[in-house]
C-alpha cells in the first residue's frame, strides 16, 4: 500500500523559509517520479516542482524558480521542498506526489493529473 507522509508546513512571514518533507512507503521509490503540487485557497491544484527518479532532473513553476528547491534521498525514501523567500501567494495546501515516470512526463511533469498516488498534505501558511 502506497503511503505518502507530509511534514514540515506552518505559519511563516513573508520572506521566510520552511521545509517540507514527504516519507513514502509502500512501492519501490527509487523507480518512481515525484512532485510537490500545492492548492490554494479556492483554486485548483498547481504543479509547483517535480523530480525524476535519479534526481538528475528537476522543474519547476514559474512563480517559484529561484525560491523553491526540491531534493529526494532514495536512501531514505524520502523528498523534500525548500522553500526561501516566501510570499503570500505560496500559501497553499501542499501534496507530495508520485507518479511512474514514463507517464508523468507525457501528462506534464508540472501537471496533476501525471501523479498516481497522493498523500494528505501539509498547510503552509504565509502571513505577516
Known amino acids: 500500500q502506497v503511503e505518502l507522509a507530509e511534514s514540515g508546513g506552518g505559519l511563516v512571514q513573508p520572506g521566510g523559509s520552511l521545509r517540507l518533507s514527504c516519507a513514502a512507503s509502500?512501492?519501490?521509490?527509487?523507480?518512481?517520479?515525484m512532485g510537490w503540487i500545492r492548492q490554494p485557497p479556492g483554486k485548483e491544484r498547481e504543479g509547483v516542482a517535480f523530480?525524476?527518479?535519479?534526481?538528475?532532473?528537476?522543474t519547476y513553476a514559474d512563480s517559484v524558480k529561484g525560491r523553491f528547491t526540491i531534493s529526494r534521498d532514495n536512501a531514505l525514501n524520502t523528498v523534500y521542498l525548500q522553500m526561501n523567500n516566501l510570499k503570500p501567494e505560496d500559501t497553499a495546501m501542499y501534496y507530495c506526489a508520485a507518479g511512474p515516470t514514463t507517464a508523468t512526463l507525457i501528462v506534464g511533469p508540472l501537471r496533476p493529473a501525471g501523479y498516481s498516488d497522493w498523500g494528505q498534505g501539509t498547510q503552509v501558511t504565509v502571513s505577516p
Open positions: 523530480i525524476s527518479p535519479n534526481g538528475g532532473s528537476t
Open positions: 509502500g512501492f519501490t521509490f527509487d523507480d518512481y517520479a
